[in-house]
Protein backbone atom coordinates (compact mmCIF):
# COMPACT_ATOMS: atom_id res chain seq x y z
CA UNK A 1 0.00 0.00 0.00
CA UNK A 2 2.95 2.78 1.06
CA UNK A 3 4.70 1.80 -2.58
CA UNK A 4 1.36 3.06 -4.43
CA UNK A 5 0.74 6.03 -2.39
CA UNK A 6 4.43 7.05 -2.28
CA UNK A 7 4.25 6.65 -6.08
CA UNK A 8 1.83 9.25 -6.54
CA UNK A 9 4.02 12.07 -4.40
CA UNK A 10 7.97 13.11 -4.81
CA UNK A 11 7.82 11.48 -1.33
CA UNK A 12 10.59 8.32 -1.58
CA UNK A 13 10.59 6.67 1.88
CA UNK A 14 7.31 6.33 3.73
CA UNK A 15 8.51 7.48 7.50
CA UNK A 16 8.71 10.90 5.33
CA UNK A 17 4.95 10.20 4.28
CA UNK A 18 4.14 9.61 7.92
CA UNK A 19 5.94 13.06 8.70
CA UNK A 20 4.34 15.16 6.16
CA UNK A 21 0.77 13.76 7.04
CA UNK A 22 1.34 14.21 11.39
CA UNK A 23 3.10 17.71 10.89
CA UNK A 24 0.32 18.52 8.60
CA UNK A 25 1.93 19.27 5.42
CA UNK A 26 -0.38 17.48 3.68
CA UNK A 27 -4.35 18.54 3.59
CA UNK A 28 -7.28 16.18 3.80
CA UNK A 29 -7.54 17.39 0.02
CA UNK A 30 -3.99 15.88 -0.57
CA UNK A 31 -4.75 12.65 1.33
CA UNK A 32 -8.18 12.07 -0.35
CA UNK A 33 -6.60 11.92 -3.77
CA UNK A 34 -3.88 9.65 -2.68
CA UNK A 35 -6.13 7.34 -1.28
CA UNK A 36 -8.80 7.85 -4.37
CA UNK A 37 -7.42 4.66 -6.08
CA UNK A 38 -7.44 2.15 -2.81
CA UNK A 39 -9.85 -0.03 -2.28
CA UNK A 40 -10.89 1.21 1.48
CA UNK A 41 -10.55 4.87 1.53
CA UNK A 42 -8.99 5.24 4.98
CA UNK A 43 -9.55 9.46 5.36
CA UNK A 44 -13.19 8.83 3.68
CA UNK A 45 -13.63 5.93 6.46
CA UNK A 46 -12.37 8.33 9.07
CA UNK A 47 -13.68 11.78 8.61
CA UNK A 48 -16.94 11.00 6.76
CA UNK A 49 -18.49 8.13 9.14
CA UNK A 50 -21.11 9.26 11.29
CA UNK A 51 -20.09 6.47 13.60
CA UNK A 52 -18.57 7.77 16.95
CA UNK A 53 -15.92 5.17 16.87
CA UNK A 54 -14.49 6.82 13.54
CA UNK A 55 -13.59 10.22 15.47
CA UNK A 56 -10.31 10.51 15.73
CA UNK A 57 -8.62 9.31 19.30
CA UNK A 58 -6.41 12.45 19.64
CA UNK A 59 -4.78 10.81 22.78
CA UNK A 60 -3.25 8.14 20.13
CA UNK A 61 -0.70 10.78 18.60
CA UNK A 62 1.99 12.40 20.21
CA UNK A 63 1.31 15.75 22.13
CA UNK A 64 2.83 18.83 20.62
CA UNK A 65 3.99 17.00 17.41
CA UNK A 66 0.95 15.34 15.80
CA UNK A 67 -1.18 16.69 18.20
CA UNK A 68 -1.15 20.20 19.51
CA UNK A 69 -3.72 21.94 21.71
CA UNK A 70 -5.51 25.18 20.88
CA UNK A 71 -4.24 28.25 22.90
CA UNK A 72 -7.19 29.86 22.18
CA UNK A 73 -9.39 28.24 23.54
CA UNK A 74 -7.39 25.69 26.15
CA UNK A 75 -9.36 22.66 25.98
CA UNK A 76 -8.85 20.24 28.64
CA UNK A 77 -10.06 16.78 29.30
CA UNK A 78 -13.47 16.64 29.13
CA UNK A 79 -14.43 19.31 26.66
CA UNK A 80 -16.02 18.81 23.20
CA UNK A 81 -13.58 18.64 21.18
CA UNK A 82 -13.14 19.10 17.49
CA UNK A 83 -9.26 18.90 15.47
CA UNK A 84 -8.56 21.59 12.35
CA UNK A 85 -5.63 20.42 10.03
CA UNK A 86 -2.25 23.07 10.45
CA UNK A 87 0.32 23.04 8.10
CA UNK A 88 3.43 22.65 10.70
CA UNK A 89 1.41 22.03 13.49
CA UNK A 90 -0.62 18.58 12.78
CA UNK A 91 -4.03 18.68 14.43
CA UNK A 92 -4.89 21.46 16.45
CA UNK A 93 -7.37 20.63 18.74
CA UNK A 94 -9.68 23.12 19.57
CA UNK A 95 -13.34 23.17 21.70
CA UNK A 96 -16.48 23.04 19.77
CA UNK A 97 -17.65 26.39 20.98
CA UNK A 98 -13.94 28.23 20.49
CA UNK A 99 -14.50 31.56 18.18
CA UNK A 100 -11.78 30.89 16.10
CA UNK A 101 -13.08 27.69 14.28
CA UNK A 102 -15.64 30.47 12.32
CA UNK A 103 -12.34 31.35 10.42
CA UNK A 104 -11.42 27.50 8.85
CA UNK A 105 -12.85 26.09 6.14
CA UNK A 106 -15.29 22.97 6.97
CA UNK A 107 -12.69 21.03 5.10
CA UNK A 108 -10.43 21.63 7.33
CA UNK A 109 -12.63 20.07 10.46
CA UNK A 110 -11.91 16.50 12.05
CA UNK A 111 -14.09 15.05 14.42
CA UNK A 112 -12.11 14.21 17.65
CA UNK A 113 -12.46 12.89 20.52
CA UNK A 114 -9.92 12.19 23.78
CA UNK A 115 -10.02 8.49 24.29
CA UNK A 116 -9.47 6.60 27.44
CA UNK A 117 -5.29 6.80 27.32
CA UNK A 118 -3.87 10.29 28.82
CA UNK A 119 -2.83 12.72 26.44
CA UNK A 120 -0.85 14.66 29.89
CA UNK A 121 -1.17 14.43 33.37
CA UNK A 122 -2.51 17.80 34.00
CA UNK A 123 -4.17 21.02 31.47
CA UNK A 124 -3.13 23.86 31.80
CA UNK A 125 -6.67 26.63 32.25
CA UNK A 126 -7.31 30.08 33.73
CA UNK A 127 -10.54 31.55 35.58
CA UNK A 128 -11.26 34.74 35.79
CA UNK A 129 -12.99 35.62 39.19
CA UNK A 130 -14.13 38.90 40.49
CA UNK A 131 -14.02 39.16 44.08
CA UNK A 132 -15.23 42.02 46.93
CA UNK A 133 -12.14 44.13 48.27
CA UNK A 134 -12.92 42.68 51.97
CA UNK A 135 -10.16 41.44 54.24
CA UNK A 136 -9.63 37.44 53.56
CA UNK A 137 -11.91 37.36 50.58
CA UNK A 138 -8.84 36.06 48.36
CA UNK A 139 -7.87 33.60 51.15
CA UNK A 140 -10.51 32.37 50.96
CA UNK A 141 -10.46 31.63 47.10
CA UNK A 142 -6.95 30.22 47.56
CA UNK A 143 -8.43 27.93 50.19
CA UNK A 144 -10.45 26.15 47.56
CA UNK A 145 -7.34 25.71 45.63
CA UNK A 146 -5.48 24.24 48.14
CA UNK A 147 -8.21 21.77 49.22
CA UNK A 148 -8.29 19.91 45.74
CA UNK A 149 -4.66 20.16 45.59
CA UNK A 150 -4.53 22.27 42.40
CA UNK A 151 -1.72 24.00 41.30
CA UNK A 152 -1.52 28.09 40.79
CA UNK A 153 0.93 28.59 38.29
CA UNK A 154 0.50 32.50 38.06
CA UNK A 155 -2.21 35.28 39.73
CA UNK A 156 -2.56 38.57 38.97
CA UNK A 157 -4.40 41.44 38.97
CA UNK A 158 -6.62 42.66 35.82
CA UNK A 159 -8.52 45.36 37.02
CA UNK A 160 -9.64 47.17 40.41
CA UNK A 161 -11.77 49.41 42.16
CA UNK A 162 -12.97 50.56 45.66
CA UNK A 163 -15.75 47.68 45.59
CA UNK A 164 -14.25 44.56 43.34
CA UNK A 165 -10.69 43.26 42.59
CA UNK A 166 -10.34 41.42 39.40
CA UNK A 167 -8.26 38.64 39.08
CA UNK A 168 -6.53 36.23 36.50
CA UNK A 169 -6.16 32.58 37.45
CA UNK A 170 -3.60 30.37 35.53
CA UNK A 171 -3.74 26.70 37.20
CA UNK A 172 -2.87 23.04 36.07
CA UNK A 173 -6.03 20.93 36.29
CA UNK A 174 -7.33 17.33 35.76
CA UNK A 175 -10.32 17.40 33.42
CA UNK A 176 -13.44 19.82 32.72
CA UNK A 177 -15.37 18.04 35.24
CA UNK A 178 -13.07 19.08 38.32
CA UNK A 179 -12.74 22.73 37.11
CA UNK A 180 -16.85 22.80 36.90
CA UNK A 181 -16.77 21.86 40.43
CA UNK A 182 -14.33 24.26 41.09
CA UNK A 183 -15.99 27.11 39.55
CA UNK A 184 -19.35 25.94 40.88
CA UNK A 185 -17.83 25.98 44.75
CA UNK A 186 -16.73 29.25 43.96
CA UNK A 187 -19.93 30.82 42.94
CA UNK A 188 -21.02 29.70 46.56
CA UNK A 189 -18.53 32.01 47.81
CA UNK A 190 -19.79 35.35 49.52
CA UNK A 191 -16.82 37.17 48.28
CA UNK A 192 -16.92 36.48 44.96
CA UNK A 193 -19.21 38.88 42.32
CA UNK A 194 -18.40 37.00 39.58
CA UNK A 195 -15.86 33.62 38.15
CA UNK A 196 -15.77 32.04 34.69
CA UNK A 197 -13.09 30.25 33.13
CA UNK A 198 -10.69 32.26 30.12
CA UNK A 199 -8.66 31.34 27.45
CA UNK A 200 -5.06 31.31 27.92
CA UNK A 201 -4.74 33.61 24.85
CA UNK A 202 -6.79 36.28 26.80
Not at 14 to 38: A, T, V
Not at 62 to 90: F, H, Q, T, W
Not at 189 to 200: A, P, T
Request: proline share 1%.
Amino acid sequence: MYIQILNQTDLKYKNKLFESIGRGFLSKKDLDSLFKELENNFVKNIFNSKDHNQKINITKYENGIAVNLAACCSPIKGDDIISVMSYGRGLVVHSTMCDSLSYYHKDNFYRSFWGNKKLQDNFNSRIEIVIKNQPGALFSITSIFDKHQINIENIRIAERNKKNYTFIIDINIDNSDKLKFLLAEMKTLSQVGKVKRQSLAY
